[in-house]
């Protein structure tokens, strides 16, 4: 019995574990390199014998555009890498503390917001996701080094079904279990890190089958929608509600489905006053 779902996982460790080369191993992988550190010939070779492309950015809209894009458009790659999402989260925090300053961590609330919203788009989007990040200490009690836990916005282990501290050991590369919401990956485990590995666990024919794009809300169904809450006075956290439920940031970004279900649910109040 295989997982439908579609793996996300996000896979940390110090400079020079492996994580790109194990990222770059998965089928089709559209590369997001955010530090050009996948321009030596080992990756490019890598990429394209596993039928890759490369897409090098620091720029996080830049980032956000080919996400959706990915989401949306039909193509032929199944996995999606962002490699390392630190950088741009570190960017995303410079541009916030020019705009915002950095009293009450308000740099932090808006870089956050819109990890977010890449985070939900990310959710939606039919292809294995990995992200990777650097690694940094994580303190206990009197600043005792309690290991490593990844650099980057506090809540990003929420979203994947698996993180993955990756080691050095020797020759080998060891995948330490961080979180596990799959049974094949029992927490707290370690084990032999590859592509062929994860595969035997998760389902190679899931990580391996094609990917659908999803069709979003047209004009006319935003309009739509939009007279329709504003004629019945719709509850802001009602429609708010609706949003979350597709993980959508707004009404453009729902799913063509999902929204004539809110537009038809409207029409059958009216229907029934």
Known sequence: LFLEKRLKALFYGAAGVGKSTAAASFPRPYFID?????ENDQYVNLLKKNGGAVFQTSDFNELMIEVKALLTEKHEYKTLVIDPLTTLYNDLLDKSALKNGTDFGRHY???NKQIKHLLNLLLRLDMNVIITSHAKNEYGQNMSVLGQTFDCYKK???LFDLVFEIQKRGKDRVGLIKKSRIEAFPDTES????????????????LERDAVAQELAD???VKELVRLID???????VSQKWLDKSSSEKWEEMPKDAIQKCIDHLKSKIQGE
């Open 34 to 38: 955010t530090e050009r550190g996948i």
């Open 191 to 206: 084990f032999p890190f590859s592509y062929a590995e994860i595969a035997k666990r998760y389902g190679k024919d899931v």
């Open 109 to 111: 609330s808006d870089a």
């Open 156 to 158: 990003l282990d929420y």
């Open 219 to 221: 004009e006319a169904q």
């Open 231 to 237: 004629l019945i006075k719709v509850p802001e956290e």
